[in-house]
C-alpha cells in the first residue's frame, strides 16, 4: 500500500462530523491544500498518509466552526452603549445617533477585527456581516483569513456610507465584481427592513441581487409592533408584501422572524427562504422568540445569528445555540423543542446552506474546505461527560476552544490569535472608547 503525502494530519480523541450527527472516538482528519481529504481511524494513518505537521490532541473534540449567519461586527464598538431599552427606542435614540456620530471605514474595520478575534476565539469559522462601509470590513476579513458573506446594507435614506439608496447599490456593485471569485469572501445585498426601504427601493435591491446571483438578507418580523404597524398603515403584513412583490426567493435570508402565524410559516415554507434567529438579541430586546421548532417542522430550513454586539452583548456563537435550545423549549412549552442535535446542526450545516455554502463547509466530509474547531473537553466544569453532543450544547464550552482552521490555515494555536495582533487591537480599541466617552461627555 503506497503512502500519500500531504499538508497536515491532525488527530483527536473525539470527533463530530455533523454528517452524520455521531460522536466517533480516536480519529484522524488528513488536510491537503486547504481541504479535507480523509477522516480516518488514527491507528491507519501509518500506513496511509505522511505529513510534515502531524499533530496529536489528546483531551478535545473537532467539529466544524460554526456558522453565525447574522450580525454587525462592527457594532461591538458599541458593545454595552445601550441596554435595557425597547428595540424602537434602543435604535432611534441611542444606536443610529451613535452610529451617525461615530461609523466611518476606521471604525468599521476596527469593529470587524474585534468582533472576529471574539468569534475566533469562541469556535466561529464563518460570519455573515450586514453594515455600513462592507469595504472595509471585506478588508478586515481577507487580512484575518476568516470566511465571510459580506452584505452591503441598503436604506431609504443617507447615512455615514452613502447618500441614499442609488449610492448604496452603486458602492455595491464595486464590492459585487471585487468579491466575485474570492475563495473565502461571498456577497449579499441587504436592504435593512420593510419598515425602512420602500417598494422601489426593494425592487432595486431584488434586481441587483437577481443580476449577481447572490442572496439577500433582511430584518423581518422582528417584532409584534413592527407587523401591527404594517398592518395598520397598509393592511398588509410585511412578509405578504414582500412576497407579493416578488423582493425575496428561496435565495433569501430572513432574519428574526419573531413574530408569525400560522399563514406566515406556511409561506415561508412554500418560497423556501432560510430563516436566521437571533435568540439572545430578541430575548435582551423583548422582541419576541422565533418558533423555531414549528419551523423546522415545515421543513424550513433554520439557522442561528448573534446579532450585533450592541443587542446582544457577546458574539460566542455556543452560547446562542444554547439559547436557541433553551428558549425553544419553553416557546412550545415543550422540553423535547430543538434538541441538541438540533441545535449543533442550525449552527454549523444549516448555517452554510442558508448562505449557499453547503458544498464547501458546515460538516466534515471530505472535499469540503477544512473550517475546523478543536475543544478541550478536560475542564472540571465539563466532567463527568455521558453525552457529548448534550455537553456541547447544555454546557458552556466556548471559552473551552483552543484551536481554529480556516481553509486549513491555523487562526488560532493554543487560544492564541494567530492572525490578529491581540495586543495591538485591545490598544486601539482603547483608544476609540477614550474618545468616544469623551466625545459624548461633552456632547
Known sequence: MSVQFVDTILHFKHLLAIKPMTIQHNMALVVDEGKIIDLVA???????????????FDNHLVMPGLINTHGHAAMSLLRGYADDLALQTWLNDHIWP????????????????????????????????????????????????????????????????????????????????????????????????????????????????????????????????????????????????????????????????????????????????????????NLKLASGMCPTQTLLNADINVAIGTDGAASNNALDMFSELQYVALTAKIKHQNPEAISAQSALQMATINGAKALGIDEVCGSLEKGKSADIIAIDMSGIDLQPCFNLIAELVYSQVGHRV????????????????????????????????????????SD
Not at 242 to 249: E, K, V
Not at 424 to 436: D, G, H, I
Request: with cysteine; net charge negative; charged share 25%.
Open 42 to 56: 488514527s491507528h491507519e494513518i501509518p500506513f496511509t498518509y505522511r505529513a510534515a505537521d502531524e499533530q496529536f
Open 98 to 281: 451613535a452610529e451617525s456620530q461615530f461609523v466611518s471605514a476606521a471604525f468599521v474595520e476596527l469593529g470587524t477585527e474585534l468582533a472576529m478575534a471574539e468569534m475566533l476565539m469562541t469556535g466561529t469559522t464563518c460570519f455573515s456581516d450586514m453594515y455600513f462601509f462592507p469595504d472595509a470590513a471585506a478588508e478586515a476579513v481577507d487580512r484575518v483569513g476568516m470566511r465571510a458573506q459580506i452584505a452591503a446594507t441598503i436604506f431609504d435614506f443617507p447615512c455615514n456610507w452613502g447618500s441614499g439608496p442609488d449610492d448604496y447599490l452603486s458602492k455595491a456593485r464595486n464590492m459585487a465584481e471585487d468579491l466575485k471569485d474570492h475563495e473565502l469572501i461571498s456577497f449579499a445585498i441587504a436592504p435593512h427592513a420593510p419598515y425602512t426601504v420602500n417598494d422601489e427601493n426593494f425592487a432595486k435591491a431584488k434586481s441587483f441581487a437577481d443580476e449577481f446571483k447572490i442572496p439577500l438578507q433582511v430584518h423581518l418580523h422582528e417584532t409584534q409592533q413592527e407587523v401591527d404597524d404594517a398592518v395598520n398603515d397598509s393592511g398588509v403584513r410585511p412578509l405578504n408584501r414582500l412576497i407579493d412583490n416578488h423582493f425575496i426567493d428561496a435565495s433569501s435570508q430572513l432574519v428574526h422572524m419573531t413574530a408569525l402565524n400560522d399563514g406566515d410559516i406556511e409561506a415561508v415554507a412554500e418560497l423556501g427562504a432560510s430563516v436566521l434567529t437571533c435568540p439572545r438579541s
Open 402 to 441: 483552543t484551536d481554529v482552521w480556516v481553509a486549513g490555515k491555523r487562526l488560532v494555536r493554543a487560544k492564541q490569535l494567530e492572525t490578529i495582533d491581540d495586543k495591538n487591537l485591545r490598544e486601539r480599541v482603547a483608544v476609540f472608547t477614550e474618545q468616544a466617552l469623551t466625545k459624548t461627555t
